[in-house]
């Protein structure tokens, strides 16, 4: 197993289309290359790839192990950015020993592990038989793992390839579950006689709602409410909203258009500056880019949301909660319940909607968020969906191919692994539905910035990920 080639096999995944939902490309990729290579392919009703390659000589007797990765990823680009994910390649740079995409996401969650799946099964590693699954529509809901039937895949060892940290080894997760508020509204005319202009929370962080939540990055949505909530004496009338996208997203950016007496437009822009202000001081050098903008706007809107929807809706951003909610009592350091604030959309006309999601790896405590989450909009008179819920993975008692990435890492590089559980979403815990023997670990490479422009991986981790999986892959027999 060579990590020139995972990276060279990584850089043909960044030209194939493959956001969530819209996997077809990536399939019809996923089995070219298995019949390019002489493998046994096989794809299920929801879209989800097996890849198999048999046991070469002297591994015959070897246990079989799935290779497990995700051929979706997030599509987030910065705001004027030209870069079209149904049909352009992914932008990258190498710089500084990263793989960065400056302006885009990169893919590497969960790319880099389709790719390393990929170089065990077509390179010239010796190995038992492998199995290399691929599920589609992780991101927006696990969908590919949900839909996994009985007997698709035949092994009791499966490497999740999901992970984004290297030299620590996942073996349990958080489970999630989809809140959405929906908000029906009356549209009023505009006065002519108002002056329309743009507000704009851009700069921040962002990041994925797992990983990143305990990092104090504020949310575009909360952010643009608070500031909506602020003006709200100086009578203003609410033209649009936007904000967020993914729900495992934190919101990096999120806009409004008002229109307002054009004498109160200076006290107006000053109370945008202060709000600036406040947000930088409130979170200290996290959030130090952040960016409030107010311009002037043609007047082209001539409907607004009626003054009591606004209201609602705005109060609703300021008193959602977001970020952590709950600490772990049994693993210091490790985040048991949270919430994400994702995204305000007008969908349709008439129709205003809330997307979040809660994370905990204790059933009740991630039910009791969506409560929460509920009743703030539940308070504000919206309509309430729970949807896309999904289980945690109970780290196990016993498990044999924990113990040999443990015993591998410590005899490649001298030193023990971090074993621990991870606040983001996996699949094992339903593969286990399904599966209920299945022996596993989550391992990966080191990424920084994933579900954001900017993502980057870091080669140097890369190196030695793909040693370590060939080291376990290898001495197993």
Same mark, same amino acid.
Not at 175 to 194: N, Q
């Given at each position: 197993?060579?990590?020139a080639n995972?990276l060279?096999?990584? %850089?043909e995944i960044?030209?194939?289309?493959?956001?969530?939902?819209?996997?077809?490309?990536?399939?019809?990729w996923?089995?070219?290359f298995?019949?390019a290579?002489?493998?046994e392919c096989?794809?299920?009703?929801?879209? #989800?790839?097996?890849?198999?390659?048999?046991?070469?000589?002297? +591994?015959e007797?070897a !246990?079989?192990i799935i290779?497990?990765?995700?051929?979706?990823?997030?599509?987030?680009?910065n705001?004027?950015?030209?870069?079209?994910?149904?049909?352009?390649?992914?932008p990258?740079?190498?710089?500084d020993?990263w793989?960065?995409a400056?302006?885009?996401?990169l893919g590497?969650d969960?790319?880099?592990?389709?790719a390393?799946?990929l170089?065990?099964v077509?390179?010239?590693? !010796?190995?038992?038989?492998l199995?290399?699954?691929?599920t589609?529509?992780?991101?927006?809901?696990?969908?590919?793992?949900m839909a996994?039937?009985a007997g698709f895949?035949?092994?009791?060892?499966?490497?999740?390839?999901?992970?984004?940290?290297?030299?620590?080894?996942?073996?349990?997760?958080?489970?999630g579950?989809?809140?959405?508020?929906?908000?029906?509204?009356?549209?009023?005319?505009?006065c002519?006689?108002?002056?329309q /202009?743009?507000?704009?929370?851009?700069?921040l962080?962002?990041?994925?709602?797992?990983?990143?939540?305990?990092?104090?990055?504020?949310?575009?949505?909360?952010?643009?409410?608070?500031?909506?909530?602020?003006l709200?004496?100086?009578g203003?009338?609410l033209?649009r909203i936007?904000?967020?996208? %993914?729900? #495992?997203?934190i919101?990096?950016?999120?806009?409004?258009?008002?229109?307002?007496?054009?004498? %109160?437009l200076?006290?107006v822009r000053?109370?945008?500056? $202060?709000f600036?202000a406040r947000?930088?001081? $409130?979170?200290? #050098?996290v959030?130090c880019?952040?960016k /409030?903008e107010? @311009?002037?706007?043609?007047?082209?809107?001539?409907?607004?949301?009626?003054?009591?929807?606004?209201? *609602?809706l /705005?109060?609703?951003?300021?008193a959602?909660?977001?970020?952590?909610?709950a600490m772990?009592?049994e693993?210091p350091?490790?985040?048991?319940?949270?919430?994400?604030?994702a995204?305000? %959309?007008?969908?349709?006309?008439?129709?205003?909607?809330?997307? @979040?999601s809660?994370?905990s790896c204790?059933?009740?405590?991630? *039910?009791a968020?969506?409560?929460?989450?509920e009743a703030?909009?539940?308070?504000v008179?919206?309509?309430?969906?729970?949807?896309?819920?999904y289980?945690?993975?109970?780290?196990?008692?016993?498990?044999?191919v *924990?113990?040999r990435?443990?015993?591998s +890492?410590r005899?490649?590089f001298?030193?023990?692994?971090a074993?621990k559980?991870?606040?983001?979403?996996?699949?094992?815990g339903?593969?286990?539905?399904?599966?209920?023997?299945l022996?596993?670990?989550?391992v990966?490479?080191?990424?920084?910035?994933v579900?954001?422009p900017?993502?980057k991986?870091?080669l140097?981790s890369?190196?030695k990920f793909?040693?370590l999986?060939?080291?376990?892959?290898? #001495?197993?027999?």
């Amino acid at each position: 197993m060579n990590s020139a080639n995972v990276l060279e096999i990584f %850089k043909e995944i960044t030209k194939v289309p493959r956001e969530s939902g819209h996997e077809e490309k990536i399939i019809k990729w996923l089995e070219d290359f298995a019949k390019a290579h002489g493998l046994e392919c096989r794809t299920d009703k929801a879209g #989800n790839v097996l890849i198999i390659k048999e046991a070469d000589k002297g +591994y015959e007797n070897a !246990p079989t192990i799935i290779l497990q990765s995700h051929s979706d990823m997030v599509c987030e680009k910065n705001s004027g950015s030209s870069h079209d994910f149904e049909k352009d390649p992914i932008p990258f740079i190498i710089e500084d020993g990263w793989m960065i995409a400056p302006e885009t996401t990169l893919g590497a969650d969960c790319g880099i592990g389709m790719a390393c799946a990929l170089e065990l099964v077509s390179g010239k590693t !010796p190995t038992g038989r492998l199995e290399a699954l691929f599920t589609v529509s992780e991101e927006t809901g696990l969908d590919g793992a949900m839909a996994l039937e009985a007997g698709f895949m035949s092994g009791n060892i499966l490497i999740n390839l999901d992970s984004e940290d290297e030299g620590e080894i996942f073996v349990g997760c958080a489970g999630g579950l989809d809140t959405t508020a929906k908000f029906s509204y009356r549209t009023e005319p505009v006065c002519s006689c108002l002056k329309q /202009v743009g507000i704009k929370i851009s700069g921040l962080l962002g990041g994925h709602s797992g990983d990143d939540i305990n990092k104090g990055h504020a949310t575009a949505v909360q952010r643009l409410g608070s500031l909506l909530y602020d003006l709200v004496p100086d009578g203003y009338k609410l033209l649009r909203i936007d904000g967020g996208n %993914k729900r #495992n997203a934190i919101a990096r950016e999120a806009s409004a258009v008002i229109a307002l007496d054009p004498a %109160k437009l200076d006290a107006v822009r000053a109370k945008v500056g $202060e709000f600036e202000a406040r947000t930088k001081e $409130e979170y200290g #050098n996290v959030e130090c880019n952040i960016k /409030v903008e107010l @311009t002037e706007c043609k007047k082209d809107i001539t409907e607004a949301i009626d003054d009591s929807t606004a209201l *609602r809706l /705005v109060t609703c951003l300021t008193a959602c909660p977001h970020g952590v909610l709950a600490m772990s009592q049994e693993i210091p350091g490790f985040v048991e319940t949270s919430t994400n604030l994702a995204s305000v %959309k007008m969908t349709e006309p008439g129709i205003i909607r809330l997307g @979040t999601s809660q994370r905990s790896c204790v059933t009740a405590a991630r *039910r009791a968020a969506g409560r929460k989450v509920e009743a703030a909009f539940v308070a504000v008179g919206a309509e309430v969906r729970h949807e896309s819920e999904y289980p945690g993975w109970a780290p196990a008692a016993v498990s044999d191919v *924990r113990d040999r990435f443990v015993a591998s +890492y410590r005899k490649l590089f001298g030193c023990d692994p971090a074993v621990k559980a991870i606040h983001a979403g996996l699949e094992c815990g339903l593969f286990t539905e399904v599966y209920p023997n299945l022996d596993m670990v989550s391992v990966g490479p080191t990424l920084r910035g994933v579900h954001a422009p900017g993502e980057k991986l870091d080669l140097k981790s890369l190196d030695k990920f793909v040693a370590l999986l060939e080291d376990v892959i290898v #001495n197993y027999k």
